[in-house]
């Protein structure tokens, strides 16, 4: 099981890389989307996430209904939390 760390002060976009990859997830897609994320050079704006979720064959409305809504949010920040509780600290 993969589990988010989001270090935003260090990665601007880790949050909405996460959220990208876990909208990505719920398409069955989750593995390709986050390589692609990692492989991007560009920052990752909404045009560069709807170009890397056509890519990887997602429905591209539903992808970006997702990041809209913040829908993996709370699950991140599980994550996250987890992470920390655990003495993660990068």
Do not use: C, K
Not at 17 to 34: K, P, T, Y
Not at 37 to 45: D, M, Q, V
């Amino acid at each position: 099981m993969f589990r988010h760390f989001p270090i935003s002060t260090v990665h601007p976009h880790a949050q909405t890389a996460a959220e990208a990859a876990e909208a990505a997830g719920s398409q069955r897609l989750f593995w390709q989307m986050h390589s692609t994320l990692f492989a991007a050079e560009a920052p990752l704006t909404n045009g560069v996430l709807a170009a890397a979720a056509a890519a990887v064959g997602l429905n591209v409305p539903s992808f970006q209904e997702d990041l809209r809504r913040h829908t993996y949010l709370p699950r991140i920040r599980e994550d996250f939390m987890t992470g920390v509780r655990s003495g993660v600290n990068g």
